[in-house]
């Protein structure tokens, strides 16, 4: 519902009994609405098969990028270095807990890449889908690295195929989760795994929804806004 089947905005919605999960007793509904994005970043770290002492790199500090940071360090991954071109959203990253922060910017990314690792990190997760940040995962992966791509915003673009080729990285496409990956992910935020507080700045009522979106394009300070109902 909401990805192969129209999603609604909606005071009531009808929705299979198949597709429904118990909120545990100790979530808050506030709180358990982040289950599916948070499924999301479980299903695309899942993929990459995180070995003891793997150093990371995420492009986009937007709410899958934050909570791909946040399953990421969960993992007990040696090294986190997140991208974005908002020091609002990399100061969130670095609060969350990102061992470097980058924006591409101000800085040059190449550098700080070669300043905190030995020649990449081992996995890059893209959170954004445009050509530059897939080039930054491109850019910040070792030879032979892995990268996982989770943005989905531009349909086509264009990539040095090149590096792909010749420094043999393997590129993997992730979308969606699974039912064991979404029960997990509540279980996560019930056990309070994940820094809910940060996420979730700020809040709206149904009402506000037609222009809300054009304020949460503005604001890249919003992380995650929640709309709840008088």
């Known amino acids: 519902m909401g990805m ?3 999603g609604a905005y909606a005071e009531y919605v009808t ?7 118990p909120l545990p007793d100790s979530l808050s509904y506030e709180n358990g609405a982040l289950a599916e994005p948070l499924s999301i970043a479980v299903h695309a770290v899942g993929l990459a098969h995180i ?3 793997d150093s990371a790199f995420v492009v986009g ?4 990028g934050l909570l791909t940071l946040a399953v990421l360090k969960l993992t007990g991954v040696h090294h986190v270095i997140v991208s974005d071109t908002s020091d609002a959203r990399l100061e969130l990253a670095r609060s969350i807990g990102a061992d470097v922060t980058v924006n591409p910017k101000t800085q040059n990314l190449r550098e700080v890449i070669n300043e905190n690792t030995s020649g990449g990190v081992d996995i890059s997760f893209e959170a954004v889908g445009m ?3 897939a080039q930054q995962s491109i850019e910040a992966t070792r030879t032979k690295g892995l990268i996982i791509w989770i943005g989905n915003n531009q349909r086509m673009i264009e990539v040095d195929m090149q590096a792909i080729v010749t420094r ?6 992730t979308y969606g989760m699974s039912n064991e990956e979404f029960q997990r992910s509540l279980q996560m935020l019930a056990d309070g795994q994940i820094p809910t507080d940060i996420l979730i700045n700020r809040r709206a009522t149904l009402s506000e929804g037609p222009q809300l979106f054009d304020q949460l394009l503005a604001s890249p300070e919003t992380i995650k806004c929640m709309i709840n109902f008088p």
């Open 4 to 6: 192969s089947a129209p």
């Open 15 to 21: 929705w299979p009994a198949s597709n429904l999960f």
């Open 61 to 64: 500090a937007g709410p899958i």
């Open 168 to 173: 043999e990285l393997t590129i993997l496409g």
């Open 131 to 133: 050509s530059a940040t």
């Open 51 to 53: 070995k003891p002492y």
